[in-house]
């Protein structure tokens, strides 16, 4: 069974495309390069013995989309990770985002309309619900108005393919992403962030790893234990083990309806100085750290409630957050050649 893996080379992509192969899936990945290195091929091969197709397509091409769907006319399962995810990047080009993450999609959604069956994995965040009022988070939280274009795009996205699946033998899964972190255990793929990370968890490995002087914590004067944010940050393989068991769902024809929405988190939270702390415990490193103002538009606290995910799709985060903590770090160290 073939799997087209959009932004295959991507941080969460590469790492759902082992978790694929490892199930026995043959994999064709589209990567235009953009935020991702071809290296990753060979990381994944090295973890699975065996490199997926690669098409480096931009899905901006509107052919190229068409004919990709010619040369692979058996293909009828798509787990759609290519976009644009630079909260700030966003509100600065706006279109950009639209472009990179709506028309992509639309294109997509255009070619499997033509199947008599097809199945769509798309990839949203916990941003659709902005600061929800009762933690932990259910699905059934209502979405609130996007405070970013890239919020937006997610918000759009989920929109347009619960529109389209009711007229088109679409069937979709819709994943909320709570904070992918971490990397493979084997250290052959992680994040590989260009510039200054964003995230916090690459900016404390980077900090770690003498690249950058200190962390900035974005306020602590949140009404929290201890003053920071809360967030559910869950392993990237997780996650990726997710994707696997939500195409099989759709494969499988055990979906109960052609849309379903499923959090992807560990379900529970934590703070910034929390995760300060546990990755100086699996580093043995101290982390030079400064509390600085809160950064705009950031909530205060956001954690799933995982137990849609758990009983009905049957799948469960397993690892910890020691157990994350430590594959990034021990990326971020191969990665400087000092592992
Ligand atoms: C952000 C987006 C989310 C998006 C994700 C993609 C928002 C509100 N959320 O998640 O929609 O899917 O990025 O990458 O924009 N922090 C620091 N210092 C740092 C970096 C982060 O204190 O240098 C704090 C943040 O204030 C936050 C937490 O660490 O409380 C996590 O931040 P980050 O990793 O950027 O993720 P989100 O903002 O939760």
Not at 204 to 209: H, L
Not at 282 to 311: C, F, H, W
Request: net charge negative; glycine share 8%; charged share 20%.
């Amino acid at each position: 069974m073939k799997i087209l893996v959009t932004g295959g080379l991507g941080f969460i992509g590469s790492h759902t495309v082992v978790e694929l192969q490892s199930k026995g899936f043959d994999v064709v990945v589209v990567d235009n390069l953009s935020n991702s290195s071809p290296e990753v091929l060979k990381g994944i091969e090295n973890i699975t013995g065996k490199q997926p197709f690669f098409e480096n397509i931009d899905l901006r091409d509107k052919s190229a989309v068409q004919n990709l769907f010619k040369k692979y006319s058996d293909i009828n399962s798509v787990i759609h990770f290519a976009a644009s995810k630079a909260v700030g990047e966003s509100v600065e080009n706006p279109l950009l985002y639209y472009e990179n993450n709506i028309s992509t999609l639309v294109y997509l959604l255009q070619e499997l309309q033509a199947k008599k069956e097809a199945h769509f994995i798309f990839s949203s965040s916990c941003t659709v619900y902005g600061q929800a009022e009762t933690m932990p988070i259910t699905e059934d939280a209502p979405v609130q108005l996007a405070m970013s274009p890239y919020g937006n795009t997610k918000q759009i996205g989920e929109e347009i393919i619960s529109d389209v699946v009711k007229v088109t033998g679409i069937h979709s899964i819709l994943l909320r992403y709570f904070n992918p972190i971490g990397a493979h255990p084997s250290a052959e793929i992680g994040e590989l962030p260009i510039g200054v990370p964003q995230n916090l968890v690459p900016f404390i490995t980077q900090t770690a790893m003498g690249l950058r002087k200190e962390l900035s914590v974005f306020g602590n004067d949140y009404p929290t234990p201890d003053g920071t944010a809360i967030r559910d940050y869950i392993h990237v393989v997780d996650l990726a083990k997710a994707h696997v068991v939500a195409v099989q769902r759709l494969i499988g024809k055990n979906n109960l309806s052609k849309v379903e929405t499923f959090n992807v988190g560990t379900g529970k939270g934590s703070s910034v100085l929390e995760m300060i702390t546990a990755f100086e415990k699996v580093s043995g490193q101290k982390l030079p750290y400064r509390i600085v103002d809160r950064r705009g538009g950031d909530v205060m606290e956001a954690y799933a409630n995982t137990a849609k995910a758990n009983s009905v799709l049957g799948w469960n985060a397993e690892s910890s957050l020691e157990e994350a903590l430590a594959s990034a770090w021990k990326w971020e160290q191969k990665i400087r050649n000092k592992a």
